[in-house]
């Protein structure tokens, strides 16, 4: 295994004689590097604690510091810490020769190891240390469905100190407020917004009743539509018109009024069958109803620093995940 190189310049100027430069540094292998990572916190346990792996360690870990300018100490002291860790390690870290320092192979593989131990060291006192984070969801109310529960419980899972605020609105006011940047992310459904977006899944829709819903004949077709009048609502309507179809609106609400108002067999709508009611089912085809144009689920967000990122990928998984079974036509 190749050594790196630590030269010593001769000069005229003591401080000068103090100076070392890290040329190089050999790649330990995987294996090696594995035990003496594996190694570094029992030695830290057993020896004093991270200044006793952090002190001696410095020169190599900064290449544009001197020894002595990273330590704010002496070449003396540094070469009596790095003595100390060679006889805690029971192995040669270095080999000196009048005018050379070279690391030795054992030299690298620990030296490698111990910057990782230190690394993560750094980054959970930084975890400790960080504010707390809060993440601002909104939801669209004719989105909100089953896959939330799974959602909530994926982002808790990726962050456990986070605090999640949820909002339920209709999709104006999110889309707003995710512009505002009142919002960090905002779920919506395709017809919504044309801006693009990450698709987190499709949203099919059917004609939606109860089995007993009975249409009475020569009549116009009883519908239950969104209030206040969406996309879906304008195409259905559109799409009965063209097929001949006289319709009337019996009953407005929101989605949650309007899957009460199937099962209590009032009238048909056209319905997300993510979001139908277990007791209500496809009367499209029996009705001669037109197919329904597929949507999509919609996710909006603009934060990607990296925890952001993961709460981003917990919600992508949970829609993309869920999976919710059909009522029958």
């Known amino acids: 295994m190749p050594a790196a190189t630590v030269s010593a310049s001769a000069s005229s100027n003591p401080a000068a004689d103090q100076r070392t430069e890290v040329e190089a540094e050999p790649d330990a292998p995987t294996a090696e590097r594995h035990a003496a990572l594996r190694a570094v916190p029992e030695l830290v346990g057993q020896h004093g604690g991270l200044a006793s792996i952090a002190a001696p360690l410095t020169p190599w870990r900064n290449r544009a510091a001197t020894g002595t300018e990273a330590l704010g100490t002496t070449?003396?002291?540094v070469s009596v810490k790095l003595k100390r860790l060679e006889d805690r390690l029971g192995q040669r870290l270095i080999e000196r020769t009048p005018r050379q320092v070279r690391l030795s192979a054992q030299g690298a593989i620990f030296l490698a190891a111990a910057r990782d131990f230190l690394a993560a060291h750094e980054r959970a006192l930084a975890e400790l240390t960080a504010p707390p984070r809060r993440f601002r969801l909104g939801i669209a109310a004719h989105v909100m469905g089953p896959e939330v529960p799974a959602l909530?419980?994926?982002?808790?899972?990726?962050?456990?100190?986070?605090?999640?605020?949820?909002?339920i609105d209709n999709a104006r006011p999110l889309l707003d407020g995710f512009e505002a940047g009142r919002l960090d992310a905002a779920i919506i459904r395709s017809d919504d917004d044309r801006r693009a977006g990450e698709i987190l899944g499709?949203?099919?829709?059917?004609w939606f009743a109860a089995p007993g819903f009975?249409?009475?004949?020569?009549?116009?077709?009883?519908?239950?539509?969104?209030?206040?009048?969406?996309?879906?609502?304008?195409?259905?309507?559109?799409?009965?018109?063209?097929?001949?179809i006289a319709w009337t609106e019996v009953f407005l609400g929101g989605t949650a009024a309007i899957a009460a108002a199937l099962s209590a067999g009032l009238a048909v709508a056209a319905f997300p069958r993510r979001l139908a009611p277990a007791d209500v089912v496809d009367v499209g085809p029996a009705l001669g109803l037109p197919p329904l144009p597929m949507l999509s689920i919609v996710l909006h967000a603009t934060h990607y620093d990296p925890k952001t990122r993961e709460t981003l990928r917990a919600i992508t998984a949970a829609f993309r995940g869920a999976r919710h079974g059909f009522p029958k036509g």
């Not at 004949?217 to 559109?238: F, H, I, M, Q």
């Open 75 to 77: 070449q003396g002291a």
């Open 152 to 167: 909530l419980a994926r982002m808790n899972a990726v962050d456990p100190a986070l605090t999640v605020e949820v909002q």
């Open 202 to 206: 499709p949203e099919p829709f059917g």
């Open 214 to 244: 009975a249409q009475p004949a020569g009549e116009p077709l009883r519908l239950a539509a969104s209030l206040p009048c969406c996309a879906v609502r304008d195409v259905a309507a559109r799409l009965l018109d063209r097929a001949g």
